[in-house]
């Protein structure tokens, strides 16, 4: 629970951080865009940075939640019927409001966190359950 806890508030520290941190132009043009980044290259490595952590720690939460709901057997895929705790109910509702919010501050870099997060945790889903496979095989 504390891990979730903490892998949530990592999440949206870094998230909301790097909105902050990523230079913003005033008119969208490639030469100010560029002498913004070129001007400021420590803001958008830090952007950078906190945005790998914040969806790399958004991505461990759908891989736990993921994990938990789904079953794979073979090449089927079904859904289990899960029991969730008080505790994890909570923190399932939190990453929904979080989400929420998170998407009223900067819509591109959520969308992004989010689209990148889900690809990277069912791919490492994927991936343990065909490296499973092979030892299973062996």
């Given at each position: ?13 870094c ?32 952007a ?37 705790h008080r ?6 509702l ?42 299973d095989?062996?």
């Open positions: 629970m504390r891990r979730k806890f903490f892998l949530l508030l990592g999440w949206v520290f998230t909301y951080l790097s909105t902050v941190l990523f230079p913003t132009v005033d008119s969208f043009s490639l030469s100010n865009y560029l002498s913004a980044l070129i001007f400021n290259p420590f803001n958008l490595l830090g950078v940075v906190c945005f790998i952590c914040g969806f790399l720690a958004f991505a461990s939460l759908i891989k736990e939640f993921l994990e938990k709901v789904i079953i794979t057997t073979g090449k089927h895929i079904r859904l289990r019927q899960i029991y969730l505790s994890e109910k909570i923190v399932m939190s990453i929904i409001l979080c989400l929420c919010l998170l998407l009223f501050i900067h819509v591109w870099v959520t969308l992004a966190s989010l689209i990148m997060a889900m690809y990277y945790s069912i791919m490492d889903i994927k991936d343990k359950q065909e490296e499973q496979s092979y030892f095989e062996l």
